[in-house]
């Protein structure tokens, strides 16, 4: 399962992260995913516990913000939301956009001790 590896991923980087900025135990994971990622959010919450387990993050909570998909239309010149990577522009019909947000899968905050 894809977003198996993506929360191995998160606890790697906790791991790394807890070795170089001298915590133990981290609480609260806030992470970013955007719509185009790709990423199931239930999947993802599930997985995360699973992986989590036995390690620093043990029982930590997982907040996950979701951002919505945008992109910049260059014949309109104007930013418009799609839902899908190749989506063509919802006023024009252009293609291809410059996607601007939504492609994101990343930790944003962490709470640890
Ligand atoms: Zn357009």
């Known amino acids: 399962m894809h977003e198996m590896s993506i929360c191995e991923g998160i606890i790697q980087v906790l791991q790394d992260q807890a070795v170089s900025q001298h915590y ?7 992470i970013e995913v955007g719509a185009l990622a790709m990423v ?16 620093l993050a043990q029982g930590a909570r997982l907040d996950i913000i979701e951002l919505s998909g945008q992109a910049w239309c260059q014949q309109c010149a104007k930013t418009v939301a799609i ?15 410059q996607i601007t947000q939504g492609d994101e899968l990343r930790i944003k905050e962490l709470e640890v001790e």
């Open 83 to 97: 839902t899908q990577r190749y989506d063509a522009c919802a006023e024009c019909g252009y293609l291809p956009l």
């Open 24 to 30: 133990r135990r981290v609480n609260t994971v806030c």
């Open 40 to 55: 199931e959010v239930d999947a993802l919450r599930f997985c995360f516990e699973a992986v989590a387990r036995d390690s």
